[in-house]
């Protein structure tokens, strides 16, 4: 016999709250996907590294045309608000000081992934996809590749590619391009 076990999702509202009174501390590296907050890895050098990469390059390429996000939540909706890497928004002047960016605000986002590429494929990939987002890269690290997957039509990414070094990639929604063994 199956046993049924009731969960309690939190939302992006009770996350805060959390935050506010001390449950969740400053320190704790977690986020919200889905209504569960889950535990993020440790950030090790060469991650950190490719992400302090991508930034500079980011901003060299597209200067004051979007707003470039790092390791900044994302609002999906009232349960997931994840902290993607990398994100390349819609420009604002505000710099998102008065909201997360949204699903209609991106045009990129971007994990580099170790740890983590389970999380990245099995838990994000979908969510991204769910909520809209153009495009999506996975950096992974182990493998020297870039997963790319693009064009969400009914909750999933109909076009996907993995790129390897040598190669150059390019994202279809903004004019930034990327030749792959510059991240490794």
Known sequence: MAVQIKRQLFTVEDYYKM????????????ELIKGEIIKMSPIKSFHAGIVNFLNRTLIKQ??????????????????????PDVVVAKFRKDDYRHQHPRPEDIFLVIEVADTSIKLDRQVKLPLYAEAGIPEYWIVNLKEQQVEIYSQPIDKEYTITRV???????????IDFE???????
């Open 178 to 184: 990327l030749e792959v063994k510059e991240l490794f």
């Open 19 to 30: 935050a506010d009174v001390g449950i969740l501390k400053p320190e704790d590296r977690v």
């Open 62 to 83: 597209l200067s004051n045309k979007v707003s470039i996000c790092i390791q900044n939540p994302v609002n999906i909706d009232k349960h997931s608000e994840p902290e």
């Open 163 to 173: 790129a390897f070094v040598g190669e150059t990639i390019a994202c279809s929604t």
